[in-house]
């Protein structure tokens, strides 16, 4: 009896615990401290310019999201800390508290969804190949028996293992710890191409040391909405999310920061992806969805 008094209260505390943590902006207003993610390589979402800035579209939705916090919490001399995550890394960290939202360039799944919650889903994009005009490579035929590089972490690792099974390509997959360091096994002839999210392999491709010499190519496997990621059982934090991209939706602020981004120069080279909006996202200003992936 003793021992059962004992284990129920114990887990009673664990679960206070978890929801006391998932409480995001009381969190935040009894530590005058929000801590947010940037990724270093995800370029145009949120990438490093010189060592320690981060840029990007999804870095200026961030800082959207954190004015409306010092608002929600009537804290404007809000401390921000800003903490690099990889693909690997992310969700653990935002799991366990560490840091209290992401947004990059990170898929909202249904697998996923059982571990965090996702805000209203702010772009789609699916998995193409990066490689060298000199390779050869035209789509995934060809890379049959070839070694194929994707990041750690990243449903395109997945998605591209998948395929080879199914396809009995036999391919060699490696994995770079990054995007950056995956783009570089291709540069360095390791691999003969790097299966990612198109957007990401555009932007990879438009900061590189020659990007004459790379392409993109390839059908697109599967359509993934990109959103921010912030911690389950959180309804109050993910309404303020959601209400912040809504607000930019609406206003046409989300229509001129995504030009800025996608259809003009951007830093540091002044490289413009020209690359128009979806009709998917076109559809989701207007739908405001926040549905995953399968």
Not at 121 to 136: A, D, E, H, I, W
Not at 201 to 215: D, H, I, R, V, W
Not at 223 to 240: I, S
Not at 251 to 262: P, R
């Amino acid at each position: 009896m003793k021992f059962s008094t004992l284990m129920t209260a114990v887990l009673l505390t664990a679960g206070l615990a978890a929801t006391a943590s998932a409480q995001t902006l009381k969190k935040v207003a009894d530590s005058n401290k929000i801590t947010v993610s940037y990724r270093e390589a995800s370029v145009p979402f949120s990438y490093l310019i010189g060592s320690t800035k981060a840029v990007g579209f999804s870095v200026e939705l961030t800082e959207a999201i954190i004015d409306d916090v010092r608002k929600k919490v009537k804290k404007p001399n809000l401390e921000v800390a800003y903490m690099p995550v990889t693909s690997q890394n992310r969700i653990p960290l935002l799991v366990n508290g560490t840091y209290d939202l992401e947004c990059g360039s990170t898929t909202n799944n249904s697998a996923r969804g059982k571990d965090v919650a996702f805000s209203i889903n702010m772009f789609y994009t699916g998995t193409r190949l990066l490689t060298k005009k000199t390779s050869g490579v035209k789509n995934y035929a060809d890379l049959t028996k070839k070694t194929v590089a994707s990041t750690t972490g990243t449903t395109n690792a997945q998605v591209i293992r998948k395929y080879n099974t199914e396809k009995n390509l036999d391919m060699q997959l490696i994995l770079g710890k990054d995007h950056d360091d995956s783009l570089l096994l291709v540069e360095s002839d390791r691999a003969m191409a790097f299966a990612m999210d198109d957007i990401l392999l555009f932007g990879l491709m438009a900061n590189s040391k020659n990007p004459a010499a790379l392409q993109v190519v390839g059908d697109s496997l599967q359509v993934e909405p990109y959103a921010c990621m912030l911690r389950k059982d959180d309804p109050e934090f993910k309404k303020l999310v959601d209400g912040t991209i809504t607000r930019l939706m609406k206003s046409g602020e989300f229509t001129k920061l995504y030009a800025k981004w996608f259809e003009s120069p951007m830093p540091p080279k002044g490289t413009n992806l020209g690359l128009p909006m979806s009709q998917q996202l076109k559809d989701n200003l207007k739908a405001m969805s926040d549905k995953p992936a399968t």
